[in-house]
């Protein structure tokens, strides 16, 4: 057993489990909430604005992968060589992968000309710097440690890693959640995510990571498009919505966020998708529509939902690709 291991204490110890270091693990996910608060149970860190990343390396090899199980070691090639180079050898790491803007803060809008990419090379070339937060481990030399208290996992996560400007390690401080919030927000972040400091890792969504967000903004599923007017070139806006019962709900078009590159890109992707049905639940009142498959999913900043369940002042910010667009749901605070 590793040293680092073999230090924990007695009751710590009895909730690692040997095993070979499995394929794939479930990310744990945090519950959007409208709760405040201050409280020295809990660890509260900075909400990042990027693409979630759990990294998986064992006999030499580096996987970088998705929430929905895509492998991204093409996108950023700077983040799976900094992997390769470390001396721990098998391990499951989770966190975020970002871009950052001219103050420090991330813009997952930043990270769009990487996404998707399949040509270690032409990710290099976009010259976009990308550094990989790491907030969590889950397996290390041999064990599982998602029963592990959260303090325990970071304290082996600290210490596991050599950190540098790619992969960084993500702090955490117990208490004073309102503080830190007020901070955040003033700092211009997405804002904090608060985790139970004595709970385990959890696969899937749970209550015990709560999401404190200073801005509106989630996923919302592309279901269409209209044609432009003016000097606006390939498209007006796109239609987005959210499933709801199995359906696709109507949330809104959205008509800002795009420059011409992007909306070239973008139609690109939308000709194959197209249809002739809307594939939305409910009537769309809109002229001069093109409808799509419900199979791309946009990140959308806004300002407020209305009382009709439609969005204020939207705007786009980029595709997401680590998300599966039947898991996009209406964000409603807990």
Same mark, same amino acid.
């Given at each position: ?56 390396? *064992?006999? $030499?090899?580096v996987r970088l992968m998705s929430r929905t199980r895509h492998e991204m070691n093409a996108s950023y090639p700077e983040v799976a060589d900094a992997l390769m180079a470390q001396k721990a050898n098998d391990f499951i790491i989770d966190g975020e992968i970002v871009a950052l803007d001219e103050n ?58 050599? @950190? ?10 117990? %208490?004073? $959640? ?9 700092? %211009? ?8 400091a004595y709970g385990p890792y959890v696969h899937g969504r749970s209550d015990e990571w709560l999401k404190f967000k200073c801005v509106q903004n989630q996923e919302f599923v592309i279901g269409g498009y209209t044609e432009p007017h003016g000097k606006r070139i390939e498209f007006g806006a796109i239609?987005?919505? @959210? @499933?709801?019962? $199995?359906?696709?709900?109507?949330? %809104?078009?959205?008509?800002? $966020? ?50 009709? %369940? *439609? ?11 680590? *998300? ?11």
């Amino acid at each position: 057993m590793d040293p680092l291991l073999e230090r924990l204490p007695p009751a710590a110890k009895e909730k690692l489990v040997k095993m070979e270091q499995p394929e794939w693990e479930e990310p744990m996910l945090a519950t959007l909430t409208s709760k405040r608060f201050d409280d020295h149970g809990w660890a509260f860190g900075h909400k990042l604005d990027g693409a979630r990343c759990l990294a998986y390396r *064992k006999d $030499g090899h580096v996987r970088l992968m998705s929430r929905t199980r895509h492998e991204m070691n093409a996108s950023y090639p700077e983040v799976a060589d900094a992997l390769m180079a470390q001396k721990a050898n098998d391990f499951i790491i989770d966190g975020e992968i970002v871009a950052l803007d001219e103050n420090g803060n991330s813009k997952f809008e930043l990270l769009q000309p990487r996404m998707g990419l399949e040509d270690p090379a032409e990710a290099r070339r976009t010259g976009i710097p990308v550094h990989y937060y790491v907030f969590d481990i889950l397996f290390y030399d041999g064990y599982e440690l998602t029963r592990l208290p959260l303090l325990e996992r970071k304290h082996i996560l600290e210490k596991t890693l050599d @950190y540098g400007d790619t992969v960084r390690f993500l702090e955490d401080r117990l %208490g004073g $959640g309102l503080g830190l919030f007020d901070e955040a927000c003033k700092k %211009g972040w997405e804002g904090l995510i608060a985790k139970r400091a004595y709970g385990p890792y959890v696969h899937g969504r749970s209550d015990e990571w709560l999401k404190f967000k200073c801005v509106q903004n989630q996923e919302f599923v592309i279901g269409g498009y209209t044609e432009p007017h003016g000097k606006r070139i390939e498209f007006g806006a796109i239609l987005v919505g @959210y @499933y709801q019962d $199995g359906k696709l709900m109507y949330a %809104g078009k959205v008509g800002t $966020g795009f420059d011409e590159k992007t909306l070239r890109s973008l139609m690109d992707k939308f000709r194959p998708l197209e249809r002739k049905a809307s594939p939305f639940a409910e009537e769309v009142r809109e002229k001069e529509v093109h409808w799509l498959e419900p199979k791309l999913v946009a990140e959308i900043g806004f300002e407020e939902w209305t009382d009709y %369940g *439609k969005l204020r002042q939207p705007r786009y910010d980029g595709l997401r690709y680590d *998300k599966d667009p039947h898991s996009v749901i209406r964000e409603v605070p807990k």
